[in-house]
Structure formats: C-alpha cells, structure tokens
C-alpha cells in the first residue's frame, strides 16, 4: 500500500496568513504516459463529509477558491492556502489515486491563531 | 447536479452483517468513466477506503486487502445504485461509512454513522 504522511499534524495561523500543508507518498504518484499526479486534497468540517479542493496534484475543483493551491510532483505535495479565512478552519487530508488501495494522509488540524 | 443518499441501518449487531445503500442521481452507476466508492472514517482509523465498483465493459471490484474476505460491493442498474455489504463485523467496524463518485471522490453520500453493539 502506498501510505500518504502528512505534516504538521496541527497548525494555527493567524486571519489573513499563508497556511502551508505537506504531504508525503511512500512511492511515486506520478504517471509517466500522462505526466499526472495521482494525488487530491480535501477539506474536512465537522458533520460534513470531505470535500474535495484539489485534484492532478494542482487543478483546484469547481467553486473552490482560488486562494486554495496545490503543487507538488512525484511523492511530495502541498496545499497552500493563501489569506486564511475564518472559514478555512478545518481538517485538511490528502489522498492517492494512483493505485488500489486508495489511500489517505491522516489529516491535519488547521486552527485560527 | 450528482447526487448520492445512503440509506442503512445505524446499528448492526457483532457478527452480523452491515448492509448499506447509496442511491445515484444526476450519473449513472454504468457509466464508463466512473467508479464508485465506499469509504469509513473512524477516530481509530481515520479515512479509510474499503473499495469501489466500476464498469468497463463488464463489472469490477476492488477492494481494501484487509477486507476481502467480508466485503462485497454490488451494483444494480436497474434502482441507479450500489451498495456495501461487510461481514461478521466487530465492534472495530463502528465508524461512519461514506459513498463516494470517482476517483478523487468529487461527490460523497451524507454518511451513515454505524455502530456495532449487542
């Protein structure tokens, strides 16, 4: 099974500021025919499911916006979110594609300071 | 707009059986260019994929190692949906259960919070 780490685990950061998410795959999400990253971020409110922000590792989905962005090649990502809102506070997990077993960072808690 | 409703018992006895249900609309459970997925989430375990069923021509099935021996997720196109059948389940199994649309998952069901208790 590819396992996906995440860090930090927590994170606060102030209204307004750059929140910075990693995420490392144990092999390489990269698909060599098509150049694309196996890879989605999404976010997670309590009582909701999880939404999916970001997919190929950077096209951020439908009505996300634009101050969320994903980068990251191979077997190392980030999410970045830029001028944090409120309603940003949330639990934040990456996910593989790439090959069954679909497989899940184990989130990270992003709080306002 | 895709939609998915899970509709299920909420508590399911230990060594019994978990039957859920996720009913499509706006997609089509056949369609060549989806999958369809269930996943958990638990405190313990966190997200968890349990595994997908998918049409290409014919049907098939992928499922999480540590559960194929108990699982089974079935297609019926004539209600436009699937469903997740997990065997002998232990209270280990008491978590919230997800459908979900695709392979980055852009749709998800409402969630089925399933407790395994006698």
């Known amino acids: 099974d590819i396992v996906m780490t995440q860090s930090p685990d927590s994170l606060a950061v102030s209204l307004g500021e750059r929140a910075t998410i990693n995420c490392k795959s144990s092999?390489?999400?990269?698909?060599?025919?098509?150049?694309?990253?196996?890879l989605a971020w999404f976010q997670q409110k309590p009582g909701q499911p999880p939404k999916v922000l970001i997919y190929?590792?950077?096209t951020r989905e439908s009505g996300v916006p634009d101050r969320f962005s994903g980068s990251g090649s191979g077997t190392d990502f980030t999410l970045t979110i830029n001028s944090l809102q409120a309603e940003d506070v949330a639990v934040y997990y990456c996910?593989?594609?790439?090959?069954?077993?679909?497989?899940f960072g184990q989130g990270t808690r992003l709080e306002i300071k | 707009q895709v939609r998915l409703q899970q509709s299920g018992p909420g508590l399911v006895k230990p060594s019994q059986a978990l039957s859920l249900t996720c009913a499509i609309s706006?997609?089509?459970?056949?369609?060549?260019?989806?999958?369809w997925n269930w996943i958990r989430q638990s405190p313990s375990r966190g997200l968890e994929w349990l595994g997908r069923t998918y049409y290409r021509s014919r049907w098939y099935n992928d499922y999480a190692v540590g559960l194929q021996s108990r699982i089974t997720i079935n297609a019926d196109t004539s209600k436009n949906q699937f469903s997740l059948q997990l065997n002998s389940v232990t209270p280990e199994d008491t978590a919230v259960y997800y459908c979900?649309?695709?392979?980055?998952?852009?749709?998800w069901g409402q969630g089925t919070t399933v407790t395994v208790s006698s």
């Open positions: 190929w590792a950077s």
């Open positions: 092999q390489s999400v990269l698909y060599s025919s098509n150049n694309k990253n196996y």
């Open positions: 706006g997609d089509s459970v056949s369609g060549i260019s989806v999958a």
């Open positions: 979900a649309r695709g392979y980055h998952m852009d749709v």
């Open positions: 996910q593989q594609y790439f090959t069954s077993p679909l497989t």
